[in-house]
Every structure is written in structure tokens, then in C-alpha cells.
Nanobody, 116 residues
Framework: QVQLVESGGGLVQPGESLRLSCAAS????????MSWYRQAPGKERELVAR????????NHADSVKGRFTISRDNAKNTVYLQMNSLKPEDTAMYYC?????????WGKGILVTVSS
């Protein structure tokens, strides 16, 4: 079955960096686009970044452009989110997403807290 397992979250101070990882299994990873979403308390889930199956095309939300970078390693079935210059408003649960066969799958999420 499809599994998406996020890791790398935690508590950091403003201006610091984190790298999230999402290990995927149960589908042919290299043939599907992957995405990161986040959901802050009391807010709707929002798309943070998306990467094409090959990794050549990426899109980032305006709120994270220039600070976050999505990437993938198809040999390791893993997608990453490098987050630099973190701000308190980046505090949220971060979710990995894939849509193999047109069906959305989500990881359980990983908490990122940015606070001084």
C-alpha cells in the first residue's frame, strides 16, 4: 500500500533552517509529481511546493519563495523540503502528498515550530 513518511521537523528559532524528508513507498515514485502542504492551527491546509516527476519543474507558494526549496531523489524514493530563514508564521503541520492513479495520499504530517 502507499506510504508517505515525513521526518525532520522540530522546534527552531526564527531565521534558522530545517530540512524535511518524505520517504515514499507502494507506488512508482519516479513517475509522479510530489507536493508538500502545510496546515497552521485554525487555518486551512495550503500548498507549499510541488515538484514534477523528473524534478525539473518546481513551484513554490509566494509565501515561501526564495526561502524554501523542494527537491527529490528518485533513487531513494524521497522528496525533500529545505526551509531556510524560517519565520514564526511558518509554524504548522507539514504534509507530504502524492496522487498515484488519481487518488490523493497523505503522510501523517510532521510538526514545525518556529519560535524564540
Amino acid at each position: 500500500q502507499v506510504q508517505l513518511v515525513e521526518s525532520g521537523g522540530g522546534l527552531v528559532q526564527p531565521g534558522e533552517s530545517l530540512r524535511l524528508s518524505c520517504a515514499a513507498s507502494g507506488f512508482t515514485f519516479s513517475t509522479y509529481a510530489m507536493s508538500w502542504y502545510r496546515q497552521a492551527p485554525g487555518k486551512e491546509r495550503e500548498l507549499v511546493a510541488r515538484i514534477s516527476s523528473s524534478g525539473r519543474i518546481t513551484n513554490h507558494a509566494d509565501s515561501v519563495k526564495g526561502r524554501f526549496t523542494i527537491s527529490r531523489d528518485n533513487a531513494k524514493n524521497t522528496v525533500y523540503l529545505q526551509m531556510n530563514s524560517l519565520k514564526p508564521e511558518d509554524t504548522a503541520m507539514y504534509y507530504c502528498n502524492a496522487n498515484p492513479w488519481g487518488t490523493p495520499y497523505w503522510g501523517k504530517g510532521i510538526l514545525v515550530t518556529v519560535s524564540s
